[in-house]
């Protein structure tokens, strides 16, 4: 496949976003949110979830899947506020 087209096939407009591998894969996942200093970033997603029975913690980049969700999650791009809300998780989890 030529390299044009892998392309196309990321940017394809219906792929699937985290969230919808999260709803498929996850049971009870429950989003966290801010970073406990300024503000909540979007384009992170991230919070604890059940995989079978067990707990765990997911964390994902977050695009959106139509352009108001788009603009609200930042077209997936994290601020500084985002990996720090993704650290928070990761201690959360530890």
């Given amino acids: 496949m030529p390299a044009y087209e892998k392309v196309l ?16 894969i996850f049971s009870d996942f429950v989003e966290l949110h801010g970073d406990r200093r300024f503000a909540d970033d ?37 601020n500084p506020e985002g990996y720090r809300k993704a650290l928070r998780q990761m201690k959360l989890a530890e």
């Fill in 9 to 24: 096939l990321a940017r394809a407009k219906g792929r699937p976003t985290a969230m919808r591998y999260m709803q498929a």
């Fill in 42 to 78: 979007g384009a992170v997603a991230a919070g604890i979830a059940l995989l079978g029975d067990r707990p765990v913690t997911v964390i994902a980049l977050e695009k959106g899947a139509d352009t108001a969700e788009k603009v609200a999650r930042n077209f997936g791009m994290p």
